[in-house]
């Protein structure tokens, strides 16, 4: 059985080995062992082996016994489909976090509302805020199938994003402002506005994927 504090630690692990990956510390279509991931972590077997049977669940990674662990390439059409998924779940967690977040779950969006406005972000800060603010969110819909859910979608594009980033400030400033948008709508329990946001944020990404091989976008 898994204890509180391995518990506690496999979940260090998860973080810092999903974040090597989605900063690409740990590059698309890389074999890498566990032992170095140990060592990259600082952590011990039993968390970062727990760490990847959860990032291996949400295709995060993939497990080859004997051979190693290799992080496969998420390619655009990976990305649309996610996103088709991403879409509708998210505008439910939105909508769910208007009507459940309490107060400390406002007052700590407000926090993050006040920094995505007035910070100037690097990308590794933008990206740490947007993982956060997803955090956010998803705990206040207090469901937790539904942040299960979530999680690897929002992974998985948050790191697809930044590999296939072109202009990174143009980019850092139109995510910032999508993700304000949700934030202030879900402090001001303002359900459609928050899900029209949600949705615009899905189309903002969907728009991404497209200019990475080129496709036209429509005016």
């Not at 999680?151 to 400030?169: A, K």
């Not at 980019?171 to 946001?197: F, K, M, P």
Request: hydrophobic share 45%; proline share 3%.
């Amino acid at each position: 059985m898994v204890t509180v504090a391995q518990k506690s630690l496999a979940d260090q692990a998860y973080d810092a080995i999903e974040d090597m990956i989605t900063s690409q510390q740990i590059t698309s279509a890389t074999l890498v062992s566990e032992a170095s991931l140990m060592e990259a972590t600082g952590l011990g077997r039993t968390p970062v082996r727990e760490a990847l049977q959860r990032l291996a669940r949400d295709r995060v990674v993939q497990i080859h016994p004997n051979r190693g662990v290799f992080v496969p390439e998420i390619t655009v059409e990976s990305q649309l489909r996610l996103l088709e998924i991403r879409r509708p779940l998210e505008a439910l967690a939105v909508e769910l976090a208007c009507v459940r977040a309490k107060r400390a779950e406002r007052d700590a969006m407000g926090k993050m509302l006040a920094y995505l406005q007035a910070a100037e972000f690097t990308l590794e800060g933008y990206a740490d805020s947007v993982k956060q603010t997803h955090q956010l969110i998803s705990k206040a819909t207090h469901n937790e199938f539904l942040v299960d859910a979530m999680t690897p979608l929002q992974t998985l594009s948050r790191r697809f994003w930044l590999v296939n980033i072109d202009d990174e400030q143009d980019e850092i400033a139109a995510g910032a402002r999508a993700h304000a948008e949700i934030l202030t709508s879900i402090i001001e329990r303002d359900a459609v506005r928050a899900v029209a946001a949600s949705f615009a944020l899905t189309d903002y990404l969907v728009r991404h994927a497209h200019r990475t091989v080129g496709i036209p976008q429509s005016a």
